[in-house]
């Protein structure tokens, strides 16, 4: 049974956890931690995945003898708790294998070893727990072990504060959780969430449920204006627990609120949908706007996390709406946009925060104005944190482009919604949307072409290293999955109907049925998209053009100085036509064109290297 | 039979914009130089440039990665295929489900995201400047540009290129605000896009406000081909996509049509986009580049057109 899986799975981890405190400083700690999650890891993601894929006996439950004596702990697995089980080990396992390199560079191993295990733990619990104490108590779990990595490296400047701001934070989020739940309770106190689910609720209780939960999870999630936390904490602890705490940790707070609101509450009022709607688009915007302005690359990966939040809150905004009015197929486009965009985040938030860390133990920088020219000494990193920059972008043929394209795909259904409030949000929500998407290339162009390219800024940069095979293969892992969903997008949401089907009661078409795997979110005619042919007729004109030059063109290249091919007669005054250039192996005779002196020309301004 | 039919026409329509690239770019160079009074070269001078280009030697700086080097291929192919998605002469194209309007909008977003980073490659001022330059313009352009994709998507029922230009040649939707809206926004975003007065002047190479041409001054030989042969294909795209959305006269629908009805519809194709490079070289010629810190104003317009395009039709899908 996949649920009792997962609980050995979580049984293991706490027990590492313990044990770790034992043998944190023993040179064979870490490795035994990172590979008891790994395994951990694996096992309970491989778990939930075969019970995504073929549900065997329906939903799972398990009611053990702890916590409050009259309820017991009631444990459930079905399609939501799977699917987030799945996100949220597949990030585990990414990290736990970087970590088996990475933390060979950790000063005070015995500061992250305990808590990596506990923290991993927290997470998987809070998606199992099928009542509120178990939930809350879950979820404060992975709140402080979180913070104990948040403060591993507590004498560094600013993380301190950074653990103060976080602790109050999630202290803040659980108080309006718990508040939530003692509402869906009601007087009665049914805490266990099938008694929840049961219970109708009037309009003054839905309402106040809603917010609490928009605050509680939205906290944790970093909804703006609650992610205050979010850049200080996620930075500051090692780079595969950032990992984690960016792709992994937000995605629970996701499930959170999808829990509690999509399934506990029931349906709710058109009017609530605006207001989650506001949030996530608010979040989208302003998140990339922060991360635009951000030196510190772990920073600025945080920063973007608040906007692919918001993006994903703008899909289950729009599929509250759709849900409230009915729209059942709509609706459920819109839900499998979501869910789509946390797996994908997942993957790519994960893939890029360690290579950010990737960097950091190559040169001990984090601030990108001191790196550059890394492309020429880490190759495989950058090629790989490359992926994850195009994923991010939201740009063909990538996973990225595909969650965000069905987002656009639901915003296009909402004309026939027949409240006026929405209508008018709606379309602004859909600008802000694609104005988001339009700055994160901005801000990964910048990102990357400052880190990447360019020339060395500081020695560390000059000097840096690849980093170890162990940290690569788990980059290259996340990669893969990356263009992997990007390529076969239909596979992943024909994955997720299952739980489209158990949240909102309906199903997007299936998809595996189209020709050439083609995504189609409602018919053929009205939207389609298919990242394999995209991907093959990119690849195969590609090829043609370089074979083509090959065999018709010249082969010939020469190296030369920085600055050679501007400087080598392409200029030429304005309105002059081509055919006046002198020819390029032949002298620069024009007056306008004078070799060197057009070399200086070329060299006059102050070099901003970065997009603004 | 049909099947390789249509294959046919596909692959015939590849080599379409592939071929008629240059020549557009060469036409709207002539008709600019007339208005000029001046005699310009022939049309045919983009050919022999780019056959020039192959033939040379490919000049490298010596710190110069493989991304610099795989940037023009990705481009340019990023660029065609996304060129071959748009309906020119057909619609009813044998691969037009493989990417709706969005996704060819996104191909081409992707195309500048590797030919921005390839400025920033060598590390040299100008190539930083010059992308810098075109992330920000693209930053506005490309929301703009999903704006009139709503508006478009709205009227049509669908974001299927094909599908849009069939349904606006029906009579049925005749003329509205909201497409007028979409027409403006649209020829904004193309003029920003293709890098034309008065946001960035294609013909010069020593101007500080340059931005395209900044971003990939450090090309030379077959790899500038590419790239300028890609941003010839990227003028042909938005023109064409114009007149099949806005012009899509002369179209041969899905259901196909007799011989006459092709050559009718290449006839028309031609005539289109003549009239297409004559009216942007009637623009460019009547207008002085902007400030390149006006360009921000210039492309906020054609976002609030193609919102408030999109606003409209959610309002009344009549209008």
Known sequence: MPILVALWCIAALLATAVAAVAIGRHPWGRPLVYGVSLTASAVAGAAALVHLVAPAGGDLTVILPLGLPWLGMHLRLDALAAFFLVVVNLGAAAASLYGIGYGRHESAPQRVLPFFPAFLAGMTMVLLAADAFTFLLSWEFMS???????????????????????????????????????????????????????????????????????LGAGSKAGLVPLHVWLPLAHPAAPSHVSALMSGVMTKVAVYGFVRIVFDLLGGSPWWSAMIVLAFGGASAVLGVLYALMQTDLKRLLAYSTIENVGIVFIGLGLALAFQANAMGSAAALAFTAALLHVLNHALFKSLLFLGAGAVLTATGARDIERLGGLIRRMPITSALFLVGCVAISALPPLNGFVSEWLTFQAVLQSPDLPQWGLRILVPAVGALLALAAALAAACFVRAFGVTFLGRPRSAAAETAREVDRVSLAAMAVLAGLCVLIGLLPGVAIDALAPVAEAVV??????????AWLTVVPIAESRSSYNGLLVMLF??????????????????????????????????????????????????????????????????????????? | MAMILELLVQGAQMALVLLLAPLLTGFVRQVKARLLRRRGPSILQ???????????EAVL???????????????????????????????????????????????????????????????????????SREVMIASLAEPAMIMIVFTLALVAGSTQLSTVATVLAGPEVGLRVSLGLALVALVMVAIAENGRIPIDNPATHLELTMVHEAMVLEYSGRHLAMIELAAAIKLLLYVSLIAAVFAPWGIVPAS???????????????????????????????????????????????????????LLLFVSRSL
């Open chain 2, 46 to 56: 983009p050919y022999r440039d780019l056959a020039r280009l192959l033939r040379k």
């Open chain 1, 144 to 214: 402080l072990a979180s913070w104990a990595l948040v403060m591993a490296h507590h004498r560094d400047a600013g993380n301190a504060r950074a653990g103060y701001v976080y602790l109050v934070m999630a202290s803040f989020g659980t108080l309006a959780l718990l508040l939530a739940c003692g509402l869906l309770a009601g007087p009665v106190g049914g805490y266990a969430f099938a008694d929840m689910r049961g219970g109708g609720h009037d309009a003054t209780t839905a309402t106040l449920v809603l917010v609490l939960v928009l």
């Open chain 1, 538 to 612: 990119v690849a195969g004109s590609a090829a043609v053009a370089a074979l083509a030059i090959r065999r018709f063109g010249s082969r010939a290249t020469r190296r030369g100085r920085p600055g050679i091919a501007a400087s080598r007669c392409r200029a030429r005054p304005p309105n002059t036509p081509p055919a006046a250039l002198p020819s390029r192996s032949g002298g620069c005779s024009p007056p306008w064109c004078s070799g060197p002196a057009n070399v200086s020309r070329c060299r006059r301004p102050a070099p901003p290297r970065r997009p603004a």
């Open chain 2, 256 to 310: 196909g049509g007799g011989a006459g009805a092709w050559v009718a519809a290449l006839l028309a194709y031609a005539a289109k986009l003549a009239v297409g490079g004559f009216l942007l070289a009637l623009f460019e010629t009547s207008i002085a580049k902007m400030r390149v810190f006006r360009v921000p104003d210039f492309l906020g317009a054609a976002l609030m057109l193609g919102l408030l395009g999109t």
């Open chain 2, 61 to 131: 700086a010596e710190n110069a990665s493989w991304l610099f080097r795989a940037t023009p291929y990705l481009v340019f192919a990023a660029t065609w295929v996304a060129a071959a998605l748009v309906p020119t002469f057909a619609t009813g194209l044998i691969f037009s489900w493989t990417a709706d309007l969005i996704a060819i909008i996104a191909l081409l977003a992707s195309a500048r995201f590797f030919l921005a980073l390839a400025g920033m490659d060598v590390g040299t001022s100008f190539g930083g400047i010059g992308s």
């Open chain 1, 505 to 514: 009661g309906a199903r997007m078409p299936a998809q595996g049925a189209s």
